[in-house]
């Protein structure tokens, strides 16, 4: 179980005093270096130097080639050890740390290879600091050596980093609080500017100008990155104004027509927004055009009481006609309807009475009609209706004529929300009505088809 309010700032003197350490202990071992080293070759550095020219009969320019060379496999393989025994530590000390605690944060760390990239940094930061005496006797190889090794540093540091930050941000997308923020987008922007730094000082160790030279040049070269990182800003400044103005979120169902999306987005990075479609094909979509573009979020429905059945059913103009009283008498066998048969048949025929209304044509006064009972029917079933919200808008109208008929329109909304089962809601929902048409002699209207046009002999 996830503990979202536990405190990891024991971790952060841990990893203070272990910089500490490693820094110090390179001094120490940089120190010790020097002062074992006499003037005549001897000492731990010039050991196998010694050996092999007093002993083997090397000449002094093989022997220092050689000796490099031992000293160079020596330091790669205590460095490989350090290297085990650093990231053997780190992983036995956070399983310590799991045991009394309840998060998974540590196992994100070691998912993200956080204590094989902090190990690489210790190790190359040691190596670095004893390069200088392996390679004393070859200044053009030790500052070749040098660069490398330093280069090499800054890139596991921000290695690293980033192993930190994407700990971070795994175990922050299992709180409830950041599983729909666009945490991608943050880490994106935060690692775009440590590379940015990194290349910098890169730079200046090859160079070997002072760091500050280039952090001025970048005044005169910022058109031309902006230019360059153009689509990386605008994402940015995209991402920003999708979560301030908490336009998307992650699990949100939009439609991007212009890009054919239409499904769950999954992952909002800093470039680009990830829509997984409802036919499980993956649509990418540029963050800025989230800001650019219209598009449409259902999470609206999904936060609301209901989802919305929309639909209508064409009737036949030619089929609606007044009720008589034969039809009248018929129809109110029907349950649903037959207390409004009641009051409106009182109600007509009080007030055809009253008006003295020559009822021997129908179409005098007032009348029913068979397509307007049918609407109170279909009104007084959605009311009755189990999977139908009734606290929400539910109505039966009929739209202007086409040249195909009378369209009549359901609109109400489905108390479940989830696809599968709203689509069934809506198919029982009209199964019924298509069955009860009959009923009030009406008629659907659809296209003739070969059976239609068959001749009767």
């Not at 007030?351 to 009348?367: A, F, M, P």
């Not at 359901?410 to 069955?435: G, M, P, Q, R």
């Amino acid at each position: 179980m996830i503990n979202p309010h536990f405190d990891y700032t024991f971790l952060i003197p841990f990893v203070i005093t272990s910089y500490k350490c490693c820094r110090t202990l390179s001094n120490k071992i940089h120190v010790f270096l020097q002062q074992i080293k006499p003037m005549d070759k001897k000492g731990l550095i010039y050991f196998f130097y010694d050996l092999l020219v007093e002993n083997a009969g090397f000449s002094a320019e093989s022997a220092l080639i050689l000796n490099a060379i031992i000293n160079t496999v020596i330091c790669a393989i205590l460095a490989f050890i350090l290297f085990k025994v650093l990231r053997g530590f780190g992983i036995s000390f956070i399983n310590k740390i799991s045991q009394k605690t309840k998060t998974h944060f540590d196992d994100y760390l070691v998912q993200n290879k956080a204590f094989l990239n902090l190990s690489n940094v210790i190790v190359f930061y040691i190596v670095t600091a004893i390069t200088d005496e392996l390679y004393v006797d070859f200044p053009d190889f030790e500052y070749v050596i040098s660069l490398i090794l330093h280069s090499l540093l800054v890139v596991f540091v921000i290695w690293a980093i980033r192993s930190l930050l994407n700990s971070i941000k795994d175990f922050l997308k299992t709180l409830d609080n950041f599983k729909d923020k666009p945490i991608d987008s943050y880490v994106q922007v935060v690692m775009i500017f440590l590379w940015v730094i990194g290349v910098i000082f890169i730079f200046s160790i090859i160079t070997g100008r002072p760091l500050i030279n280039f952090l001025v040049g970048l005044g005169t070269i910022s058109a031309v990155l902006l230019l360059i990182f153009k689509d990386t800003i605008l994402g940015f400044v995209a991402s920003i104004q999708v979560a301030a103005n908490d336009m998307v979120r992650i699990g949100d169902w939009i439609t991007l027509e212009k890009y054919g999306a239409d499904g769950d987005v999954f992952e909002i990075n800093l470039a680009s927004v990830k829509v997984r479609n409802f036919d499980k094909t993956i649509t990418t979509i540029p963050t800025y055009n989230l800001i650019s573009d219209s598009f449409k979020n259902w999470r609206g429905m999904n936060q609301s009481g209901g989802r919305r059945i929309k639909r209508a059913i064409i009737i036949k103009a030619s089929s609606i006609d007044f009720l008589s009283d034969k039809d009248l008498e018929s129809l109110s066998k029907i349950e649903l309807i037959q207390s409004y048969l009641k009051a409106r048949t009182n109600e007509i025929d009080h007030h055809n009475t009253s008006n003295n209304v020559d009822k021997s044509v129908l179409i005098n006064g007032r009348n029913m009609t068979n397509f307007g009972v049918f609407r109170k029917y279909i009104d007084e079933y959605l009311h009755s209706h189990s999977a139908v919200n009734k606290d929400m808008t539910i109505m039966t109208r009929q739209l202007s004529p086409t040249p195909q008929g009378v369209p009549l329109e359901i609109y109400c909304f489905s108390k479940d929300k989830v696809w599968k089962n709203y689509e069934y809601i809506t198919a029982d929902i009209f199964d019924h009505i298509l069955a009860a048409i009959p009923y009030f002699n009406l008629e659907v209207f659809e296209l003739p088809t070969g059976k239609d046009f068959e001749l009767k002999m």
